[in-house]
C-alpha cells in the first residue's frame, strides 16, 4: 500500500454520500386470505363545535383555545389522495365538507368527485355532524342525517354505507336500528361503551355483534356494530403522525441516522396481534386518526405508506390502505355468526366513579331550546310547502342548518364551552323571530294597547295531523278582555294575575337579553281554550270589553300556610290533586279511570362532587358525580297560593328563594302540567349543585322504571342491572341515570305512572315507586373530558353576572295499568309539536275580509289516526316533497293503537295531484327496495327468533294508502301533478 | 299579507345558505410605482440542528422537544405553489434541501425544476447551512458556500443572488465582502445587530445601507445590505399563520361568522406604514416566516393570497408576492444614495445586559474539533486529488457534509443543545480515524512495542505551499529511541516524561471515548524536527536502540517553588522566558529582534450571572453575563516544573487544581506555545464560571486591540467604543469582547503582542497593555434564548459525570512594531494547516525498497509565495479540479508582503499539463467575469472614497501565473490534459 493511500484511508468517509435514495412504497394491498389483515383506516375527527365554534373549527380561528382547522385538513387531504391511488380517507361531518365544498373551484371539485366516485375518498355517515344519541330526539337525528346525505346523493351520488358514531357517550337502540338499519347501512362502529361491558366483551371477543334495536322491528333491522377495543384513535404504540405529534416517524432512509423500520414495523406487528387476540375472524381495524387529525394530511400519508410497504414486505402480516366499507365487506365475507346485542349502551361508564349521565341535563336552557326549534322546524317546513318554496328569498334551511349542528354530541349535550353554546344558539335564534321570550312572559305583540279599538289577532298554527283542542296563553295588560273565535263567536277565558316573581325575572331577562327594558308590565296571562284543524289553522281575536257575556273571567286567588285543618284540592274536572295540611301534594285522583293514588312532589339536590379528594373525579358538564344529596323544603314562610277559574287551577309554590313552581290542572285536560323555575342554583357555600324533582308514590315497582330511546322506543331499565352483562354499580344515583326525551314511567301491576318532558333531560327511578328528573345543574369544577370549563351558566346584566335560570315543564298522568302509553305517546307527540302561534292587530273587524280566517291542508273530514304522526312535509329544490310518516307505537305497546295505521294521501293532499311516490330509506337518499336488497344480512348465534314483525305493504299508486306497522316510519319522495283546485292559498 | 305567509316571513332564515363562495385571489401584483410597495417574502428558517440534530429535524423525529420538520415544509411546499402562479418562496438551507431532493422521485423533481426556473421557488445564500459568522473560520465559509452553490447550479443550473444570514448573532466583515461580494452577491440580508445601533438606524433610516466590508478591495466588494426592523419574522399585528397558530386568520367567507376583512387589511396597512416610515425607498420587505414554519405551507399561503387580494382592493398600498431578489431589485432600480457601513458588526446585544459574547468560547472542544476537521479537510482533499478520486468507493465528501453542518450558526457556536452537539462531533468523527486523541496523550500506533526489531513509520504530510520545519511529539514507552530520517540519517530527537497529570487524564478519557482502557502507559513524549517540502510528505522511523551517537535525548527535570534569589529563564535559542521569584512569568526577550518585555500570564474568572435576581438575564451559551472576577493564583504548593533538552524548554505548571498549564520554547521557534488542560471547572459552590487567561504588560494600548474577522482582516477595537455609532455600554466586559478566530494583538507604536488561537475563542483587551482569551465556560442556567439548558458539559465514565475537561494552545509573540503581520499570518496558516501524520510500521529497513518516502506534488525547486496559501485543490466528479489561493496579507499590513503575488502553475502542477483554466467567483458556480459583469453597483452617499485596490490581472493561459492581490482570493476550475510523467504516484 502506497503511504498516500495508506494515508487516505485514514481521511475517507463510511458511505458515498448523495446518493439517490428515493422509493417507491407498494401500498397495493388489499386482502390477503389466510392472513391477519389489518384495515388501515385514515380518518379525522372533527366536531361541529366543542371548544371553539363550527366556523372557528373551520376556518382555524380562536386557536389559542385549541389548534384545528378543518380547512386544513380538506384542503391537504386532496393533493395527499392524489399522491398515491391507494391512499384511502374517510370524511364524516358533512356541515364542514358542505363548507369547504362552497369555497372550491370546480378544478378541485372535478378532482374531488373523481377521488369520491373512486372510493378513494368515502364520506361516511354523512349527516351534517356526529349526532348526539342521548340528548337528541329521533327527528332531530333523522333531519339532520337527511340534509347530510341529500347533499352526498345529489353532488356525489353517492350513499352512505356506515354508521361511525365514534364519539358520543353511549349509544342508543334508536341510532341502531332507526339511524342505521333503517338507514340502510350495513354496519354501525363507534367505541364509548361501559368499561365494564368492554373489558367483559374483550374476554368472550364480543366488541363486534349483531346490534337488534327494535323489539318491533326484530331482525329486519338488525345491523352489524363495531365496538373499538380502546379508542377511535390509533392502536397503541405511538402511531400518531400528526404535524408535532412525538410518536417515533419511520425513518428508513439509510443515508441519516436513527434508522428505525426494523423497530416500527415490529411495534406495528405488536399492535396488531394484539388486536387480534379480542377479534373475531383475520381482519383488525386500525383507526389512523383522532380530533381534527390530518391537518397536513401528508405526514400521516407519509408514515402509513412506509408503514405498509415494510409490514407487508415483513410478511407476518398484511397491512392494506382500508375504509370502514371494505373492512364490514370483509367481515361479511368471513361468513361468522356474531353475537347479539338487544337495547342500548346506555349510561356509559369510563371509570368506577365516572358515568357520562350529567350531559344528560348539562345546558337544561339550550336543550329546551333545540327541542322548541325543532318542533318549529317541523312546522315550518309545512308552511313553506303550502306557500311554495322561495327560490331567491329566504328559506329554512338555515334553520335546518342551525338545528342540524345542535344535534351534534357536543351542542345539544351541554358539553362544549359557554362561547360554543352561545353559537349555537344564536344560530338558532336567526331563524326564529318570534315571541323568543314568552317563556320569561315578554311577548310585545300580544302586550299591544286595545284601547283604541285595537284587536290582537292569534294565528294558532296546528302542524299535526290530527285536531287539537288546547289551551293558549298571552299575557296582557287589560282586565276586560274578550275573545272571538274565527266565526265570531265569543270564547271563555280566563284572566291569571301574573306573578311577582314572574314579572322580575320577566324584567330582568328582557333586558338582558335585548338590551333594553321591556317597559310596562303586563298584569295577566289571558287563557283561552282553542280548537286548530289538522295541519291546518284558526284564527282568534283579543280585544278590550267593557261589558260582554264573556269578558274574561278573573282568577279567584286564595292562599294557603298549609293549614292544619283542612286537606286542599284543585281540579275543575275529572282530576283533583289535593294538598295536605303541611301544603304538600298528598293524593291523585281521576273520577274518569277511578285512580287514586297517593303522592309526594319533591325538590332535591345533589353536591357536585369537586374533584379535590383523592378521587379527582369532579362533577361536571359530562359526568354526574354526586357527593351527598340535601332535600329542599318548602319554605314556610311563603304561601301557597292557589289561582282558581273556570279553564285552569293553579297552584303557585315558592319552593325556596331559588325555585318556584307552579302547578296547573286544566278543566278539560286529564294530565297535570308542572312549570318549575329554576335559578340561579347558589354556590356561595362553595358547592355545585344539581337540582332534581322527584314524584314518590308507594308503587311496587320492583327496581323497573322505563325510558324512551332517543324519544322513540322506551326501554325497560332496572336497577343496579344490566341486562346483557354483569356489572358492579360504584355510583348508585349516577349509574342508574337515563337519558329521558320523550319520558319516564313506572308501573305497579295496577296502574302507571308517567312523567313526559319539554326536553332532553337525565331521569331514574332511584327507589321504588319513585321517579325523579335531574332539572338544572351549576357546577364549579371541570370534570376532565376536555371542556376545560366549569358548567356554570350565568346571565349578566349591569356586568353583573348572576346564575342562569331555567324555566320549564313537565306533565304528568297515572292511568291504570296498560293505558298509559295512549296518552305518553299521542300527548307526547302534542308536546313536541306545540301549537304555533302568529301575532297580528287589526284595527276594527276588518282582518277576515282580507284573509282566510281557518284552514286545513287535508280533507276537511279526514284526520290522521292517532297513532300516526307526519314528520316531515318539506318542498325540495326540485318541487319534490319529502313526506314522511311515523307510526308512534311499539308492537304490543297499546291493545288498540298498536296495530297496523293506513293514511289516505289523496285525502292528506286535498287540492293536489299526487303524480309520483317512490318510498326511500329514512334519510331519502335510495329507493327503499333497493335499499332492502343490497343490505347485508348478518348471522346471529344461536336458534332463529320468533318474530311477528308488522310493516305496511307497497303503497299502490292508484290508492295511495300508506300503511304503519308499530314503530314504522315511513319515507316517500312525492311528486304533484298539479293543483287541482288551482286555488293560491297564499 | 295572508296569515300563512305573516306566519312563514317571521319563520325564515336571514340568507340562503348554500350559495356559492369561491373567490378567485387575484395575486398578480408586480410591484406598482408611486405608491408603497410590501414585497411579501415567504420563507422558512430551518436551523440544520440546534434543539434537535439535523436529521431529527428533516424527518420530524424527536417532536417532543421541538414540534419541526423540514421533510413537511418542502413536501407541502410544492402543491401549494403549484395551487397559484404568483406564490413564491425562498428556500435557504442546502443541507436540508439535498436530503429532501434526494427522496424525490422524477415527477416531482421535474416540477421543481419548473419551478425553480420560473422564480417561484429561489434557493437563496445556498450554502448548505446558514453559517455562523463568529466562531466560522473563512475557508469552512467558503467551502459550506461551495458545496451548496455547487449543487443548485449542477442541478438547477442557479446562481443565488442574496445573502441570507437572517439569524446569526452578529455579523462579520468577510461575510459582508467574501462570502457576499465575492459570492457574487447583490445584497445580503440580516437582522441581529446590537439594539442601540438599530435604534439610531431606524430613526436615520440606515436599516439599509451600502456595506465596504474590505479595507483592502474598497468599493469593489461593496455589496447591499439590508437589516430587518425587529426580526425574520412578520411584521407586529398578528400575521403568523402556521397550523396552531394564534394569529387570526382572514376570514373572507360572508356565510360564516366572523367575517374580518376590513379589520386584517387595515392590520397589514398599519404594519407597512410603520414599516415604511423607517425605510428609504417606497419598498420594504414583509419577512413572512420564521423557524421550521410552512409545515402545512397552504396555511399560510391561503392566507397571504388573501391579503394580497383585500389589501390591493383596498388599494392605499400595494402587496405582492416577492422575493429577496425582486426586492433588491427594487431598491436597486430606485437609484437611491445608500449610507456607508464599513468594519462589521460585533459584538450583537439585544439588551443592556444582553451580549451575545459567550457563544464566542461556549463548547471549546467541538470548536477545536471543528478547527482541526477543517485543516484535515483541506489536507485530504489534496490527497485525494494526487490518488484520483474514487468513483464508487469512500470520499472525502461525508466529511465535506459534517464540516459544512458544523458551520451552522448552531453548531460550531456551541449553542445547539448537548445531543446535538454530539451528533455534530458524531459526523465529524466518521470522517477522522486518526490519532483523534492524541491530545489525552493516546496513540496506539506510537505506542508500540520497538523491542523486537520492529519501528514505527511516520509518514508526515503538508498542505501548505512552503517547505516546513516543525517538531512532531508522539507519545512512546521505550526510553532509548532513535530516528531516522527518509534518507536514513539520524535526527536528533528529545525525550520528555509525561506528567502524571496528563497519565490521568489520558485513562480516563480514553475509557469514557472509546470504551476500554488504553492498556499500558507510555513514559515519554518523544520530540524530533522533521522538514516536509511543500504540498508533499516525508517518513520518519522510530526505533528502539540501546547505543547510538544520537539516541533520544532525555530531558533534564528541575523543579522551583520559586526560590527568592534566583530568577528562572527558559529557552534555548534566541526566545528566552524569565520566571520571577514567585515562579510567575516576568520578562520575553528575544535575542535576535532585540524585543525585551515587561510580562504575566495569569488565569481567573468570570461567575457567570445566575438570573435570579431582579435582572432574569444568566450567563449562558449565547451570553456572557459575568457578576464578578476571580483570579486565579498558582497554587504554591504544587513546584514549578522544568523540562530542558536539545529541542524544547518545558515548563509545567499546575495553576489549581483544575489548571494545569506547559509553557514551551522551541530552541528553532520565535514563539512562545502554552498548552492549557482547563476542567473540571468545579460548580460546587453554586457559581457557574467561565474560565479566561491573561497577558498582561506595560504596553501603552489606548484602549485599541485588533481581532481577526472570521480569520481574515484584522479589524481595530476600542473598549467602549463602537466607529460608526454612539453606543453606551452597560455590561464593560461582556460588551468588549469580540471573536477571535485566527489571533488577536495589540500594539504600542514600538512594539506588537500577538496571540494566535487553535480554534475560535472569545477574546478582548480589557485594560491597556492585557489582552485575555475566554478558554472554558460551564455553566449552570440557561440564558433564555431557547435552547433551554445549561451550558454544563460534562464527560460521563461508569455512570459518574464530571466537568468536561479542555485542552488547546495558545501561542504568542512579541514583535517589533510592523513586524507581527509576518507571524499572525504566515504562522497563522500553519496552525490552521498542521501536519498530518500517518503511522505504518516496518520490520527491519523494508520500508524504503517498496514505498516513496519523500515526495511533493510541485515543481521539487518551487514554493508558494510565503503569502500566498492554497485554500483547496480537490478534484471534481467531472474530473476536473477546483482550485483556490489566497493572499494572506491586507493592503499596508506588511511592508513587503502586502505586495502582488504571483504563482506559477506549471510549477505547481509539475506532472500535469493544464488544459483549461476559468477563473470563477468564490464559490466557483459561475466565470468571474459573468458576475462582475452583472454583479449590481450600489450608489454611496458622500465623495467617492479614495482608493487604490489592487487585484491580480487575468490568467495568460500560456503563462499560467496567478496574480494575488492582498487579501485576494482567487478561485479556478482546471482541466487537465494528461499525466506528463505518466507515473502513477499510487
Not at 63 to 74: D, E, F, P, R
Not at 177 to 201: K, P
Request: charged share 25%.
Amino acid at each position: 500500500m502506497g503511504p498516500v493511500r495508506l494515508a487516505l484511508l485514514a481521511v475517507v468517509a463510511l458511505a458515498a454520500a448523495g446518493e439517490a435514495v428515493y422509493i417507491p412504497y407498494n401500498t397495493s394491498a388489499g386482502v390477503v386470505a389466510g392472513k391477519l389483515n389489518v384495515h388501515v383506516v385514515p380518518h379525522t375527527h372533527d366536531d361541529v363545535g366543542w371548544l371553539k365554534t363550527v366556523d372557528q373549527y373551520y376556518v382555524g380561528s380562536n386557536n389559542s383555545i385549541q389548534g384545528a382547522c378543518v380547512q386544513n385538513v380538506l384542503d391537504s387531504l386532496i393533493p395527499a389522495l392524489l399522491k398515491d391511488e391507494n391512499r384511502k380517507f374517510i370524511y364524516v361531518e358533512q356541515a364542514f365538507f358542505q363548507r369547504w365544498w362552497r369555497n372550491q373551484n370546480d378544478m378541485i371539485k372535478d378532482t374531488v368527485k373523481g377521488l369520491i366516485s373512486s372510493g378513494r375518498l368515502e364520506l361516511i355517515n354523512g349527516g351534517m355532524c356526529m349526532h348526539d344519541e342521548a340528548a337528541v330526539h329521533y327527528i332531530d337525528m333523522i333531519d339532520q342525517t337527511t340534509l347530510g346525505h341529500k347533499f352526498i346523493k345529489e353532488e356525489f351520488g353517492q350513499i352512505p354505507r356506515i354508521g361511525w358514531q365514534i364519539d358520543p357517550f353511549g349509544h342508543s337502540a334508536v341510532q341502531a336500528y332507526l339511524l342505521g338499519a333503517e338507514v340502510g347501512f350495513d354496519a354501525f362502529y363507534f367505541f364509548r361503551i361501559d368499561y365494564q361491558d368492554r373489558d367483559t366483551r374483550k374476554g368472550t371477543k364480543e366488541l363486534e355483534v349483531v346490534w337488534r334495536g327494535s323489539k318491533s322491528f326484530g331482525s329486519s333491522a338488525d345491523i352489524f356494530a363495531g365496538i373499538f377495543p380502546k379508542n377511535y384513535e390509533p392502536p397503541p404504540g405511538d402511531f400518531y403522525f400528526e404535524v408535532d405529534d412525538d410518536s417515533p416517524v419511520v425513518q428508513d432512509d439509510p443515508l441519516l441516522f436513527d434508522y428505525n423500520v426494523e423497530e416500527r414495523v415490529n411495534d406495528f406487528v405488536a399492535a396488531a396481534l394484539a388486536q387480534a387476540n379480542i377479534t373475531r375472524t383475520n381482519h383488525i381495524m386500525f383507526t389512523m386518526g383522532t380530533d381534527f387529525k390530518y391537518q397536513y394530511a401528508e405526514s400521516w400519508f407519509r408514515n402509513m405508506d412506509k408503514l405498509i410497504h415494510y409490514v407487508n414486505k415483513d410478511g407476518r402480516i398484511n397491512a392494506l390502505y382500508s375504509t370502514p366499507s371494505i373492512y364490514t365487506d370483509a367481515k361479511y365475507a368471513a361468513n361468522e355468526q356474531w353475537p347479539l346485542k338487544t337495547n342500548d349502551f346506555f349510561p356509559y361508564a369510563d371509570n368506577p366513579n365516572a358515568y357520562w349521565t350529567g350531559y344528560f341535563t348539562s345546558r337544561p336552557a339550550l336543550k329546551r331550546y333545540v327541542r322548541m326549534m325543532s318542533g318549529y322546524y317541523l312546522a315550518a317546513r309545512q308552511l313553506e310547502f303550502f306557500k311554495g318554496k322561495s327560490r331567491s328569498g329566504p328559506a329554512t334551511d338555515y334553520l335546518g342548518d342551525a338545528l342540524a349542528l345542535a344535534q351534534h354530541h357536543d351542542a345539544v349535550t351541554g358539553t362544549e364551552k359557554q362561547h360554543v353554546a352561545n353559537d349555537y344558539a344564536k344560530r338558532l335564534s336567526i331563524g326564529y323571530t318570534r315571541c323568543l321570550l314568552l317563556n320569561v312572559t315578554f311577548c310585545p305583540p300580544s302586550e299591544m294597547d286595545f284601547s283604541k279599538g285595537k284587536s290582537l289577532v292569534v294565528l294558532v298554527y296546528n302542524s299535526l295531523g290530527w285536531k287539537r283542542e288546547d289551551i293558549l296563553r298571552v299575557p296582557v295588560f287589560s282586565d276586560s278582555i274578550v275573545v272571538h273565535d274565527s266565526e265570531g263567536r265569543e270564547v271563555e277565558s280566563q284572566l291569571l294575575p301574573i306573578a311577582s316573581a314572574s314579572l322580575n325575572i320577566r324584567d330582568k331577562h328582557v333586558k338582558a337579553y335585548l338590551g333594553t327594558s321591556p317597559g310596562a308590565k303586563p298584569k295577566f296571562w289571558l287563557a283561552f281554550p282553542v280548537s286548530v284543524p289538522p295541519l291546518g289553522f284558526n284564527t282568534y281575536f283579543v280585544s278590550s270589553t267593557k261589558k260582554s257575556a264573556s269578558v274574561s273571567s278573573k282568577s279567584t286567588v286564595s292562599s294557603s300556610q298549609g293549614s292544619e285543618d283542612s286537606n286542599l284540592q284543585v281540579g275543575q274536572g275529572n282530576l283533583k290533586l289535593q294538598y295536605n295540611a303541611a301544603g304538600a301534594l298528598s293524593l291523585y285522583s281521576d273520577s274518569k279511570t277511578l285512580i287514586e293514588a297517593n303522592f309526594e312532589q319533591k325538590y332535591k339536590y345533589y353536591i357536585g362532587q369537586d374533584g379535590n379528594g383523592s378521587d379527582p373525579q369532579a362533577s361536571g358538564a359530562y359526568i354526574f358525580r354526586p357527593n351527598g344529596t340535601v332535600p329542599i323544603k318548602t319554605d314556610s314562610q311563603v304561601p301557597l297560593t292557589i289561582l282558581r277559574g273556570p279553564i285552569v287551577d293553579e297552584v303557585h309554590q315558592q319552593i325556596n328563594s331559588w325555585i318556584y313552581q307552579i302547578t296547573r290542572v286544566y278543566k278539560g285536560k286529564d294530565y297535570v302540567e308542572t312549570e318549575f323555575i329554576v335559578g340561579p342554583i347558589p354556590t356561595d357555600d362553595g358547592n355545585g349543585k344539581e337540582v332534581a324533582t322527584e314524584i314518590v308514590t308507594n308503587m311496587a315497582t320492583n327496581k323497573t322504571f322505563y325510558t324512551d330511546s332517543s324519544g322513540r322506543d322506551f326501554i325497560k331499565r332496572i336497577r343496579d342491572y344490566r341486562s346483557e352483562w354483569k356489572i358492579e354499580v360504584h355510583q348508585p344515583i349516577a349509574g342508574n341515570y337515563y337519558p329521558v326525551n320523550l319520558g319516564i314511567y313506572v308501573e305497579d301491576g295496577n296502574k302507571e305512572l308517567s312523567v313526559l318532558v319539554d326536553r332532553s333531560i337525565g331521569g331514574s327511578s332511584i327507589k321504588d315507586g319513585q321517579i325523579e328528573l335531574m332539572l338544572h345543574r351549576r357546577l364549579l369544577h371541570d370534570d376532565g373530558r376536555g371542556v376545560a370549563e366549569a358548567l356554570n351558566e350565568t346571565v349578566c346584566l349591569d356586568n353583573q353576572c348572576e346564575g342562569l335560570i331555567i324555566e320549564g315543564k313537565y306533565y304528568l298522568k297515572i292511568d291504570p295499568q296498560g293505558e298509559g302509553a295512549r296518552w305518553r305517546r299521542t300527548f307526547g307527540q302534542e308536546i313536541y309539536s306545540p301549537l304555533l302561534l302568529a301575532f297580528s292587530e287589526q284595527d276594527g273587524g276588518n282582518w277576515a275580509n282580507s284573509h282566510i280566517p281557518k284552514f286545513s291542508a287535508m280533507d276537511p273530514t279526514y284526520s290522521l289516526p292517532d297513532n300516526v304522526a307526519l314528520l316531515t312535509l318539506q318542498e325540495l329544490e326540485d318541487g319534490s316533497v319529502l313526506l314522511r310518516f311515523a307510526h308512534l307505537y311499539e308492537a304490543g305497546e297499546h291493545k288498540d293503537l298498536s296495530a297496523l295505521a293506513s293514511v289516505n294521501l289523496k285525502r292528506v293532499f286535498r287540492d293536489k295531484k299526487i303524480g309520483k311516490i317512490i318510498e326511500t330509506s329514512l334519510s331519502a337518499n335510495q329507493e327503499r327496495a333497493a335499499m332492502e336488497k343490497k343490505r347485508l344480512k348478518w348471522k346471529v348465534q344461536g336458534p332463529p327468533a320468533d318474530e311477528k314483525v308488522v310493516r305496511g305493504g307497497p303503497v299502490d299508486p292508484s290508492k295511495l294508502v300508506v300503511e304503519l306497522g308499530p314503530m314504522e316510519i315511513r319515507t316517500f319522495i312525492v311528486s304533484f301533478e298539479r293543483s287541482i283546485s288551482g286555488k293560491q292559498l297564499l
